[in-house]
């Protein structure tokens, strides 16, 4: 299958392999279509605050969209977007308002913390209304 929209969350784990995501998208997209590297920054509770320095926060943000955007450039037609909120949230508010066809999204050997918490793609394919591809 084809798609048109699709929707790649990145995060920079190091027990992420974000090569198996980019060629999944690659594959998978249309010749016109638009690819969405998307990567969410957490926000830093309000406690921790007061030991990080702006410019620190400037710096990294500052970095990852340098290296997204380095990703997105491996992909005709891709972007980088850098937003900040809770993963899971960010990235369907992100789906709603843009109405990809596809997500791709990477995932980890779930644990014990996954069936107290959930994970971020167990989030996304519980409430998506598109198609979710899950790479490990």
Known sequence: MIYHNILVPIAFDADRDLQAQLSLARRLAAPEAQVTL???IEQVPSYAMS????DYLAEARSAIRAELQ??????????A????????????DWAKANKPDLI???SHRPGMQDLLLG????HVVRS???SVHVVR
């Open 70 to 79: 380095d990703l997105a450039a491996e992909i005709p037609n891709a972007r």
């Open 104 to 106: 791709i999204v990477a």
């Open 81 to 92: 977007q850098v937003v900040e909120g809770h993963p899971g949230r960010s990235i369907m």
């Open 38 to 40: 998307m990567h969410v």
């Open 51 to 54: 030991y990080i320095s702006a």
């Open 128 to 130: 998506a209304h598109c």
């Open 119 to 122: 994970s971020t793609a167990a």
